[in-house]
């Protein structure tokens, strides 16, 4: 068999008809280099964030199963479009959902993991000679329920099915060039890398960078496939991330301002009380992280919770512990993230010296060999960004 390639397109790449057909004209050129081609492509623009304003319209907190039948639907206008037009370019091409994709999830909605993908379908339609396009983002369950994977899940679709098909790469289209030293829209001397690590990726993804879904690289270090992030608007090489590690000291820098510091206080509160808060969260999927019990006689913890979350943190909290007191603080964290970043002590001394003369007030650090992170007890600017950004990355 030809090679199998892997293409996603993110939202920007297909938000309206005109860049539909640029996507079409750039996945022609892989099939006339004979290559077998399957496609993965999220909802056109900002679809996804209509979809959720819609149902936040209705109630404060969807249902999460009906959340998900809705929510599928912004891909697949996007797969049924983007097959017309191929199809009127004299391309055979076929549009298939996540579940008929055979792409099987675990029973969490919301935020699903992949568990098996079953490629007889998309196999068959390769063999015919027809580019396979997949709705991102989503699959079914054990109870033939749809699921979706989260914001960003469809990076995760497509190394998935990449790694499944055991394709030699995968490439993820998105309005970008590239991965760069920071978000080049809130620094405008950010540069873009030729190539970064999977520990490395996986480190700027999980602490709040848009660029690739943390569990999309994780999939692609698991079964060596690199991953090429380019533009769908501009020729160039974009950024290849693998398994190569360099000692190259700071690689990136995150500004995650889309955190929420909670602080739950109980007088009469115990062990077990913080055992079973913690439970509960795991059973009603919150990602909560940096939990703290800082009471040795009182009920008192503290974590932090990402910002779409809060609506239904603050349901679980009346529901099932409406007697504790709570308050919820905006929050930054920046993120200094390179191979070796600890080896060198004037990275921390030149981000410690911005800290202090910002007068900013530290809630935490967290350092490990790849990582530097600060977290803050408030919001701070971008300018702070754009020093640390200044001060490390020449």
């Known amino acids: 068999m030809d090679e199998i390639v892997v293409l996603k397109f993110g939202g920007s790449s297909v938000a309206d008809n005109e860049k539909l057909k640029i996507v079409a004209n750039k996945i022609k050129k892989f099939y006339n280099d004979s290559k077998k081609i399957v496609v993965v492509v999220s909802a056109q623009g900002k679809t996804t964030d209509r979809l959720i304003e819609e149902a936040k319209s209705l109630t404060k907190l969807p249902n999460e199963r009906e959340l998900d039948v809705l929510l599928s639907t912004g891909e697949q206008v996007s797969i049924s479009k983007l097959s017309i037009l191929l199809n009127d370019m004299k391309i055979p091409a076929i549009s298939l959902t996540g579940w008929q994709a055979g792409i099987f999830t675990n029973n969490i909605n919301q935020n699903a993991i992949i568990e098996d993908i079953d490629t007889s379908r998309i196999l068959k339609e390769l063999k015919e000679g027809k580019v396979v396009i997949i709705a991102g983002f989503q699959g079914v369950n054990s109870m033939s329920d749809i699921t979706t994977l989260g914001r960003g899940g469809s990076d995760t679709t497509a190394v998935a099915i990449a790694a499944k ?100 206080r109980y007088k009469n509160g115990s062990d077990y009380l913080f055992n079973e808060m913690y439970k509960t969260f795991i059973s009603y999927g919150l990602d909560v992280k940096n939990l703290i019990n800082s009471s040795e006689t009182n009920f008192e913890i503290s974590f932090t919770i990402n910002k779409q979350n809060l609506d239904k943190l603050e349901r679980l909290l009346k529901e099932k512990f409406n007697f504790i007191e709570y308050s919820f603080t905006e929050i930054s964290r920046i993120s200094i993230i390179g191979n070796g970043v600890t080896k060198d002590n004037l990275i921390l001394r030149n981000v410690m010296n911005i800290i202090e003369n910002n007068k900013l007030n530290i809630l935490s650090m967290e350092i490990n060999e790849t990582k530097i992170a600060i977290m803050f007890k408030s919001s701070v600017s971008n300018t702070v960004l754009q020093d640390i950004h200044n001060a490390l990355i020449k």
């Open 165 to 264: 098909l055991k394709c030699k790469i995968c490439y993820i289209f998105s309005d970008v060039d590239g991965v760069y030293s920071t978000d080049p829209r809130q620094v405008k001397q950010a540069k873009k890398l030729d190539n970064i690590s999977y520990d490395e990726m996986i480190d700027i993804a999980n602490e709040g960078a848009k660029v690739l879904h943390p569990r999309c690289v994780e999939l692609g270090q698991k079964y060596c496939i690199p991953i090429v992030a380019k533009s769908t608007f501009i020729e160039n090489e974009g950024t290849i991330i693998h398994d190569k590690l360099e000692e190259t000291a700071v690689k990136n820098i995150v500004k995650n301002d889309n955190i929420i510091y909670v602080n739950a």
